[in-house]
């Protein structure tokens, strides 16, 4: 196996963009991200993107993003349509696999075009759940509901959540929502989809992200500290809700044995839980106990730009790494309805 | 596959050979910040270009970046309303939507001081005239017409100058 770490990142998150398009977004965080890393564009080997025409609204809508990058002469790309984390694991296996020393990851997502909740029912099954136009509140309300039942968690362990994130969301000038918040104070607000709060669920966002990932001898060349990706692994659940479990995630515990969580002390946690009991069932599958600081970031509760948020939890974390904030980390990316389809990204810093 | 025992109810039913489910989405589309400058200054009858500080080409529309060298373009280069026409197809074909009359012809135009062609209707000239390095000029809808869209030209025609020199519009054929 070859060493990969993330040498550089950059991201933008706000409630809503509206006056710049894609490529606008883009352009100042790919110099930004590369200056970060010190190297000019001809010095990546490969591009991976990654956004949702769902959002945009128009197909192919991804090629014209490439304009942010320059891609002449002609270069090596892909794109996903998942968040940008999966993005990051192509690049990953194409630096393992030789064809790359250096890989540009890019991710973005204008929320705010569409009805963000009528744009979600299209991942839903065509033929049963589609058809509903059962929105994504509503999918997150039923897991929340599910786990309240079972016993899963509390209410009051939700509201505790958001505290925690909306405190930490203070220090982070990406995060276009945050607050000192008590749990008693969040328990009386009004229901949005019961049992969810609107504070239970992630903002309405947008924003882009950059990351530069390099291999061995290039990323200590690069960075004097670079985050090094120590795991990685993802896993996809059934697309339909009422064939699995939806109070755990099995696919995070399985992507989490198989990046190695357990191998080692983890010092803090970016986990992407675009709906604030999603954070516990995560905990819980990582098997990540009180003493880990759960996102210092304030995580997708505080800025939840679609397609991106998973990469920004990487982002983050090798950014506290590299900046000495910690020595091992877990990062976690998420997509589909109710934690479907799980990333998690271990990263070290020695 | 292994054999299913349906359940007395559903044995010996047509199969549901398929579903209609109706979607529709609606988004509110913004051009961006060089396509919104660039469209309010047709508005007022000014095409106006971008310049890329690296390569020194200057695109039209603008889209904010140079999609070559990746940076921003952030120089304004008003542009002629006349130009050279670097390829060109007669549309033989009535396709929907369409109001034109067929045969017409859609060109590939370069505005004088830009380096890369626009797309637009050529008219008041016969398609079987239309060439390559035709010089050809913008006309505009009338003036309480205009507003921030390529249809405030109508259309362009030939100026009845002698053809471009290869070499000015090459780079673009």
Known sequence: MREVAVISFAQS??????EINEVEMLMPLMGEALAGAGISKDRVDFVCSSSSDYLAGQPFSFVMSLDAFGPWPPISESHVDMDGAWALYEAWVKIQLGKADIALVYAYGKSSLGNIRRVLTRQLDPYTLGPLWLDSVSVGALQARAGLDAGTFTAEQIAEVVATNRRNGIANPHAHLSGDDTVEALLKEPDFVAPLHKHDCAPITDGAAVMILAADDVARELSARPAWIRGLDHRIEAAALGVRDITRSVSTEQAGAKAGVADGKVDFA??????????????????????????????????NPMMTAGLIRIGEAATRITNGEGDRAVAHATSGPCLQQNLVCVLEGA | MSDITLPASLQGVDPVKSIRTPASLQYTYSAGLASSRFLHQVAQKRLVGQRCPVCQKVYVPPRGSCPTDGVPTVEEVELGHTGTITSFCVVNVPFMGTLMEIPYTSGLILLDGSDIPIMHLIQEVAVDDVHSGMRVEAVWVPDDEVGPTLESIKYFRPTGEPDADYDTYKDNV
């Open chain 1, 13 to 18: 998150a706000e409630r809503s963009i509206f």
């Open chain 1, 270 to 303: 970016e986990l992407h839980a675009p709906f604030a009991h999603q954070e516990l069932i995560l905990r819980s599958a990582l098997g990540l106990g009180d003493d880990v600081a759960i996102n210092p970031s304030g995580g997708a509760l505080c800025a």
